[in-house]
Each structure stands twice: as structure tokens, then as C-alpha cells.
């Protein structure tokens, strides 16, 4: 019995997978050859790209290279340094037009600490309202209201008005919207699908504002001595409302609106791990207040008053370039133990200053300031990370901006307590003090238990969205 014939099965089409090298699309045979020979029969050829054309292996981009390939991003990020720089300057240019004016320090920390807790009460609700009505319809009248409490505050310092109305002008100032919170929400609706990359953009956003906060005292502190006292705040009103605009005009990067509707447990404050979180962002919030006054102080008492600003952005310096490298590393394991690690660097590096100020002339300050900040940075971008996992994806900016208004609550005291300091210690070097007990007390809240994101790693960015 003669066997059938079987005719040959034709070959299975071979789909092509892409993948983009050096910002070149790249289509990529599912069976290709790893031996140099041709692709097999039916496959698509590789497309010829300037990465392979002399043969060798493409290089991938770095870390930080990648995040700038998405649409929209260098624009976004451009306005957002230019909304945040005057972050750095309407604080120290504050400082600087009350002291001159009314010749207190005490006063010039109080103000900014009166300010400071304003925008710790109503940064949530301009979050929220960001949150639900979008950025660009909720930002950029909440920027104006701001800019016309700064305006009204060099009014004020300019006419020697009564000690009242300044602390009514800075608070008015509390409606500025957290920029750096609404950067973060935009890294975290691009890149919602890759952890790693989330971590570099949140470290790259974290070195953007110790950009800022270097770059932003040392200008305001030039204006303010090199021109009249209150050229610091106004650069800074035009510099927000230009980085404002340029922020919201890239629309495609912005997140839709959130979904999340009055659901029990959605609010942030609600979320187990939250609360005490909050706690360790207001302790690092005081060390920033008192070192800025403190340093200021510190550099006032020796005789250097307009090389304040320079010395107080080493400490920013030391933590950007920190920041950098620390996002070349890959996610941590456990967020909750290495924020725990990075306070008690933060505690453990905040003494330099103190012997320094105490034993040493002021560029020994300046050099111990920049290696007390290379603890911030770490802290910073480890305490935001457990908060976008802690935090409803349709209430993040929300989270995040809560997080930033303990930090502001913790500089408003931190702030003040350094201007106290500064004046009733007779000398500003003692006055180091108050940043080392605060981020003595960040590492001792940093270990409590209820740090964790155990209970709710899974729905944090999938449950109500």
C-alpha cells in the first residue's frame, strides 16, 4: 500500500518586532539570525540606521538620555526650571528686603514662615483642584493669585508698611502650584509602565530643584545687593509666570483629569503609610528652613553678607549632583529601609557644618555644606517614590503636593526656629544646631513602622483610575 503523499506545511509568517536604538526605529526579525548570515526566508530586513552602520552593536542612551525621547518632555521640563527657579529666590529675596527694611531677622523668618505654613494649608486644595479639573485649567489662575501677593509684598517692604501687612502679602502667596509635584505626575502618566525609569525621573526632577534651589538664592542675593532689595522678587514674579506658561502650553504631556470620586480610603491622608511619611518630609523641611536662614545669618555676622547666597547653594549643589548619580542606581528593594538610611546620613553629615561654623573661616562652611547635601537628594526622591506608591494614580498630585506642603510646614518652623537661633545663641555658628536636632528627628520618625508600603503596594496605582 503506497503511502500518501504529504505535502510540505508553508512556512509560518515571520512578524517583525521594533525596537527604537539612538531615536532610530529599528524592525527587528523574530528569528533572526545570531551568527552575522541573513535573515531567514520571509523575514523582513533589518532597517539600516546610522547606529548600524558600520556593523558594530548600537550603544542604548543613557538613563537620562531616554527620558527626553517622549514627545513634549524637553518642553515640559524647560518651563518647569523656569517656574521653579524662583522657588530658590522669593524666600532669600524676602529675607533679605525685610532685614534691610526693618533691620530684624527674627522678623524677615517669621514672615517667610507665615507664608511658608499658608501654602502648607492651601497646597493640597490647589492640588486637588489640579487634580480634578486638569493642569492647565487649574494652575494658571492659581499662579496669578500668587504673583499678586509677591507684587503686593514689595509694596509693602517698599513704603515701610506696618509689620502686619507683610505677613498678610506672603500669605497670599500660598496659592503657587507645586510645579515640581505636576512634572512628577507627567513622568509618572508617560512612564507608568516602567518602575526604572520613573526612578531616574524622579531623581532627575529632584536634582531640577536643587538646581533651582542653588541657582535661585544666588541670583536673588545678587539682585537684591547689587541692584535694590526687592530686584529678587521681581525677576522671580516675571521668571513664574513665564515657565508657567511654557509648562502648561505642552498639553500632550499632561495627564487627564483624575476619575476618583469621594471613595472611601482614596483621599491621601487616608492611605495607610501616609501620615507618618508626612511627618518625615516635615523634619527634612526644617533642616532646608534653618540652614537657609541660619546660613544667611551665619554669613551676615562674618562680614560677608552678599556671599550668603553662594555659600547657602553649596549645600544645594552637593545634593543635585548626589541626586544624579543616585538615579543611575536601580529601585530600591524596600523604599521604607533606605529612606531610613538616608535620614540618618542626612543626620550624620548635618554636624560638618556645625563644627565647621564653630572652628573654621566661612569657605570651610561653604565646603562642609556641600557635603552635608549630598544626604538631601537621596531622602527626597526615596520619600516621593513611597508616595506615588502609597498614592490613588487619580489623586497623585494630590499626594505628592501634600508631601511638599509638610516640607514647607517644615521649613516655615525651621525657618523661624533658625532665625531665633540665630539671634539668642550670640553667635549664628551655634545656631547649626537646629538643621542637626531636625534631621536627628527625620531619621527617629523615618523608623516608624507605619513608613511602610506593604499594604498597599498593588492597588496604589491601579485601584480608582
Known amino acids: 500500500m503506497p503511502l500518501p503523499r504529504i505535502s510540505p506545511r508553508p512556512p509560518a509568517p515571520v512578524r517583525p518586532r521594533y525596537t527604537v536604538v539612538g531615536g ?5 526579525p523574530s528569528a533572526a539570525r545570531t551568527d552575522g548570515g541573513p535573515p531567514p526566508s520571509g523575514g523582513p530586513a533589518p532597517v539600516e540606521g546610522p547606529a548600524a552602520s558600520d556593523g558594530a552593536a548600537p550603544r542604548p542612551a543613557g538613563p537620562y538620555a531616554r527620558l527626553f525621547t517622549h514627545p513634549g518632555a524637553p518642553g515640559f521640563t524647560l518651563g518647569g526650571v523656569l517656574a521653579r527657579l524662583p522657588m530658590g529666590m522669593f524666600t532669600v529675596s524676602a529675607v533679605w528686603m525685610i532685614a534691610d527694611a526693618y533691620g530684624s531677622y527674627a522678623l524677615a523668618g517669621s514672615v517667610t514662615a507665615t507664608g511658608l505654613a499658608a501654602t502648607a494649608l492651601s497646597g493640597p486644595l490647589v492640588a486637588r483642584a489640579v487634580d480634578r479639573h486638569g493642569q492647565s485649567r487649574a494652575a494658571l489662575p492659581a499662579t496669578l493669585l500668587a504673583l499678586l501677593g509677591s507684587l503686593t509684598l514689595v509694596v509693602c517692604v517698599h513704603t515701610r ?6 505677613f498678610a502679602a506672603y500669605a497670599a502667596t500660598a496659592t503657587t502650584p507645586n510645579t515640581g509635584g505636576m512634572a512628577r505626575a507627567r513622568w509618572a502618566h508617560l512612564l507608568r509602565r516602567d518602575p526604572a525609569a520613573r526612578h531616574t525621573a524622579n531623581s532627575f526632577e529632584q536634582a531640577v530643584d536643587e538646581l533651582c534651589f542653588m541657582l535661585g538664592p544666588v541670583l536673588a542675593t545678587l539682585l537684591c545687593t547689587a541692584l535694590f532689595p526687592e530686584a529678587g522678587t521681581l525677576a522671580g514674579c516675571g521668571l513664574l509666570l513665564t515657565g508657567t506658561l511654557l509648562f502648561l502650553g505642552r498639553r500632550s504631556t499632561e495627564p487627564p483629569p483624575g476619575r476618583v470620586r469621594n471613595r472611601a480610603g482614596s483621599a491621601p491622608l487616608r492611605r495607610p503609610g501616609i501620615p507618618a511619611l508626612l511627618l518625615v518630609f516635615a523634619a527634612t523641611g526644617a533642616v532646608f528652613g534653618a540652614l537657609e536662614v541660619v546660613t544667611l545669618a551665619y554669613a551676615d555676622g562674618q562680614g560677608h553678607r552678599a556671599a ?9 549643589a552637593g545634593s543635585a549632583v548626589a541626586g544624579l548619580a543616585f538615579g543611575t542606581l536601580p529601585p530600591a528593594r524596600s523604599d521604607r529601609r533606605r529612606l531610613a538610611g538616608c535620614t540618618a546620613a542626612m543626620a550624620a553629615l548635618s554636624l560638618l557644618p556645625l563644627l565647621a561654623a564653630l572652628t573654621a573661616p566661612l ?13 538631601t537628594a537621596p531622602t527626597m526622591v526615596t520619600g516621593m517614590a513611597l508616595i506615588q506608591r502609597l498614592t490613588l494614580a487619580g489623586r497623585l498630585n494630590e499626594g505628592m503636593t501634600l508631601a511638599v506642603t509638610a516640607l514647607l510646614g517644615g521649613i516655615a518652623a525651621g525657618s523661624a526656629a533658625g532665625g531665633r537661633a ?25 523608623t516608624l513602622p507605619a513608613v511602610s508600603a506593604r499594604r498597599t503596594r498593588v492597588t496604589a496605582h491601579t485601584g480608582g483610575t
Open 24 to 28: 532610530t526605529l529599528v524592525v527587528v
Open 161 to 166: 508698611a506696618p509689620v502686619w501687612t507683610l
Open 308 to 316: 550668603g547666597g553662594a555659600v547657602l547653594a553649596c549645600q544645594a
Open 363 to 375: 569657605p570651610v562652611v561653604a565646603a562642609a555644606l556641600l557635603v552635608a547635601g549630598m544626604a
Open 422 to 446: 540665630a539671634e539668642s545663641l550670640g553667635s549664628a555658628g551655634w545656631a547649626y544646631g537646629v538643621p542637626l536636632l531636625a534631621a536627628a528627628a527625620a531619621t527617629a520618625l523615618a
